[in-house]
């Protein structure tokens, strides 16, 4: 028998308190949260002009603080650019992500009521006046899903040009323990998320002792002469490299030129990264995978290597810094249960991050080409650089 | 004069367990203007999507209608983390029609949920051990940490956990 493991009920309701007032009811109730709202908006700008909110039932003893964080969306036009995303920001970080849910749901069904609103008023001078008629001339509210993003149509895959050589001590590829790379790093503001500017973001990497480091910013592709100006000025070996969202998640892709803006499909970009002699590595393939219960769920490193997105990648990242240790750990698994070598990276958004975790390649990388023929090659291991280092200068 | 509503909404998204290895999430949205159901089936271990389909029953966005090509954009997406941003991405370059990328989305949360709900139960019943059970959560999974009010700076459940350095979120 197929049995209901979990349901959501939410109610709208909207009244015309005013002329231009709307005043707007929601409940959301399901298996385990139970919440009601009450809210005001005006018709004419569709700005929120009062929010309350209270609970039924919760989870955590805390639960109940989020009402009063609430009143962060009140102010706001619902129509705005972003909209969802500051509600997001506004009410479902700072109170609570159920609270966000609703309020986008109230909000959306108060852009929809303020339509019927202005078409009835429109039919008082003109009876005839159709819904679909009014539409022709009105704007429908802004909801949830940004512009559709699309990969850009940038020049055709190239395999990487040689690149002028960073000028590094020859011995340092050679001494014991490797040359030692973060391949994975966020700069401000090529990656909206990250806060580290990559001239702070270089000079710590030079402090802490790592040998070079890969700008890996969200779809962003750094210019060979930007990283090329970036290495001679710091003296330090600054690779590039692009951490792309696709439709089986995040890949960090090395030697590959083409700027993809948007999600892509894996298929599609394993294709074109190989026919121009690049390499893929899945980053953290198991970030929060293994977290609040879906870990439950049995999946064991072999189930987990059947998934199809291993059959694209040529690596697996197995240290990353966002993960939790036994996220890292599966990751390991897995690429050991599928043969695929393991690389390590910080994933570092903030300066003090970088070099968390790195990759220690056994031949010299001076360029973008020798890291590809590197990472083709296998010739590496995943390093926690910073544990190691500190373990280093302990007595 | 009697306070008429002037719009009405229910939405409801409800999981089913199909068999062993199978989930199934449905939205339905009924309102004023719209009636429109999407179902995705999931496959577990890895809460893959493995079919999408809707249903429009009515709408005044033309942009709405016909739309289970558009759907078929989120097969093979995994339920998990950054998956907002990939349906929003898949589905949004494939139609304009954003209520039907939020319905599969409502979809996924609530199969999230269903799994949540499994460990929520495990909660002991007094204040004390729910406080620790709650503060082991987040000890144990620290992108949790300042994620909503509950484990903000000045919430006991975070009481002496040290705070990461970052923004956790990507």
């Given at each position: 028998?197929?049995?209901?493991?979990f349901?959501?009920?939410?109610?709208?309701?909207?009244?015309?308190?005013?002329?231009?007032?709307?005043?707007?009811?929601?409940?959301l109730?399901?298996?385990?949260?139970?919440?009601?709202?009450?809210?005001e908006?005006?018709?004419?700008?569709?700005t929120?002009?009062?929010?309350?909110?209270?609970?039924?039932?919760?989870?955590?003893?805390?639960?109940p603080?989020?009402?009063?964080?609430?009143?962060?969306?009140?102010?706001?036009?619902?129509?705005?650019?972003?909209?969802?995303?500051?509600?997001?920001?506004?009410?479902?970080?700072?109170?609570c992500?159920?609270?966000?849910?609703?309020?986008?749901?109230?909000?959306?069904?108060?852009?929809?009521?303020?339509?019927?609103?202005?078409?009835?008023?429109?039919k008082?001078?003109?009876?005839?006046?159709?819904?679909?008629?009014?539409?022709?001339?009105?704007?429908?509210?802004d909801?949830?899903?940004?512009?559709?993003?699309?990969?850009?149509?940038?020049?055709?895959?190239?395999r990487?040009?040689?690149?002028?050589?960073?000028?590094?001590?020859?011995?340092?590829?050679?001494?014991?323990?490797g040359?030692?790379?973060?391949l994975?790093?966020?700069?401000?503001?090529?990656?909206?998320?990250?806060?580290?500017?990559?001239?702070?973001?270089?000079?710590?990497?030079?402090?802490?002792?790592?040998d070079?480091?890969?700008?890996?910013?969200?779809?962003?592709?750094?210019?060979?002469?930007s990283?090329?100006?970036?290495r001679?000025?710091?003296?330090?070996?600054?690779?590039?490299?692009?951490?792309?969202?696709?439709?089986?998640?995040?890949?960090?892709?090395?030697?590959?030129?083409?700027?993809?803006?948007?999600?892509?499909?894996l298929?599609?970009?394993?294709?074109?990264v190989?026919?121009?002699?690049?390499l893929?590595?899945?980053?953290?393939?198991?970030r929060?995978?293994?977290?609040?219960?879906?870990?439950?769920?049995?999946?064991?490193?072999?189930k987990?290597?059947?998934r199809?997105?291993?059959?694209?990648v040529?690596?697996?990242?197995?240290?990353?810094?966002?993960?939790?240790?036994?996220?890292?750990s599966?990751?390991?698994?897995?690429?050991a249960?599928?043969?695929?070598?393991?690389?390590?990276?910080?994933?570092?958004?903030?300066?003090?991050?970088?070099?968390?975790?790195?990759?220690?390649?056994?031949?010299?990388?001076?360029?973008?080409?020798?890291?590809?023929?590197?990472?083709?090659?296998?010739?590496?291991?995943?390093?926690a650089?910073?544990?190691?280092?500190?373990?280093?200068?302990l007595? | 004069?009697?306070?008429i509503?002037?719009?009405?909404?229910?939405?409801c998204?409800?999981?089913?367990?199909?068999d062993?290895q199978?989930l199934l999430?449905?939205?339905?949205?009924?309102?004023?203007?719209?009636?429109?159901c999407?179902?995705?089936?999931?496959?577990?271990?890895?809460?893959?999507?493995s079919?999408?389909?809707?249903?429009?029953?009515?709408t005044?966005?033309?942009?709405c209608?016909?739309?289970?090509?558009?759907?078929?954009?989120?097969?093979?997406?995994?339920?998990?983390?950054?998956?907002?941003?990939?349906?929003?991405?898949?589905?949004?370059?494939?139609?304009?029609?954003?209520?039907?990328?939020?319905?599969?989305?409502?979809?996924?949360?609530?199969?999230?949920?269903?799994?949540?709900?499994d460990?929520?139960?495990?909660?002991?019943?007094?204040?004390?051990?729910?406080?620790?059970?709650y503060?082991?959560?987040?000890?144990?999974?620290?992108?949790?940490?300042?994620?909503?009010?509950a484990?903000?700076?000045g919430?006991?459940?975070?009481?002496?956990?040290?705070?990461?350095?970052?923004?956790?979120?990507?």
């Open positions: 028998m197929m049995m209901q493991t349901m959501r009920n939410k109610l709208v309701s909207i009244s015309r308190k005013e002329s231009d007032t709307l005043f707007i009811h929601g409940i109730d399901d298996d385990i949260y139970g919440i009601e709202m009450d809210m908006i005006r018709v004419t700008n569709l929120i002009l009062s929010l309350h909110g209270k609970w039924n039932h919760w989870t955590t003893p805390e639960c603080r989020a009402v009063r964080f609430l009143q962060g969306a009140v102010g706001l036009r619902i129509d705005e650019e972003g909209f969802s995303r500051k509600i997001n920001k506004l009410v479902g970080r700072k109170a992500r159920h609270f966000a849910n609703l309020t986008l749901e109230c909000c959306h069904s108060a852009g929809e009521a303020a339509l019927l609103v202005k078409w009835e008023d429109q008082g001078v003109n009876p005839d006046l159709t819904f679909e008629a009014f539409l022709g001339q009105a704007d429908t509210p909801m949830n899903v940004p512009a559709g993003a699309s990969a850009s149509s940038a020049p055709g895959p190239s990487p040009s040689v690149q002028a050589r960073y000028n590094f001590k020859e011995e340092k590829g050679t001494v014991s323990g040359m030692v790379i973060d994975h790093v966020h700069t401000s503001p090529a990656s909206p998320c990250s806060s580290a500017p990559v001239d702070d973001l270089i000079q710590e990497a030079k402090r802490i002792g790592l070079g480091i890969c700008l890996t910013d969200h779809n962003h592709l750094w210019s060979r002469e990283v090329e100006e970036l001679q000025r710091h003296g330090f070996l600054v690779l590039r490299g692009n951490e792309i969202t696709t439709d089986q998640g995040d890949m960090l892709v090395f030697g590959f030129d083409r700027d993809i803006k948007g999600i892509i499909q298929k599609e970009l394993a294709e074109e190989h026919a121009s002699g690049g893929i590595i899945a980053a953290h393939p198991f929060g995978f293994l977290t609040f219960g879906v870990g439950q769920l049995g999946l064991t490193p072999q987990a290597a059947e199809p997105l291993f059959r694209s040529d690596g697996v990242e197995v240290l990353n810094g966002k993960v939790t240790g036994e996220e890292n599966f990751a390991s698994e897995v690429a249960t599928l043969g695929l070598p393991g690389t390590g990276g910080s994933d570092a958004h903030e300066v003090s991050e970088v070099g968390l975790y790195a990759t220690r390649f056994l031949t010299p990388v001076r360029d973008e080409n020798e890291l590809v023929d590197a990472l083709r090659k296998g010739a590496f291991t995943p390093c650089f910073r544990a190691e280092k500190t373990e280093a200068v007595p | 004069m009697p306070q509503l002037q719009f009405q909404r229910n939405r998204t409800s999981v089913s367990q199909v062993e199978t999430s449905s939205c339905h949205l009924q309102d004023t203007l719209t009636d429109v999407v179902e995705i089936t999931v496959k577990l271990p890895d809460l893959e999507i079919d999408a389909r809707g249903e429009v029953k009515r005044y966005q033309d942009e209608r016909d739309q289970n090509e558009a759907l078929k954009k989120v097969l093979g997406v995994r339920i998990g983390p950054g998956m907002l941003k990939i349906i929003k991405g898949l589905m949004g370059e494939a139609t304009d029609c954003g209520q039907l990328a939020f319905m599969v989305e409502e979809c996924c949360h609530a199969v999230i949920l269903s799994f949540t709900k460990v929520l139960l495990k909660a002991p019943a007094g204040e004390t051990g729910k406080k620790e059970f503060a082991n959560m987040v000890k144990q999974n620290i992108r949790l940490y300042n994620r909503c009010a484990f903000a700076p919430s006991s459940l975070v009481e002496g956990i040290e705070p990461p350095k970052e923004p956790v979120e990507k």
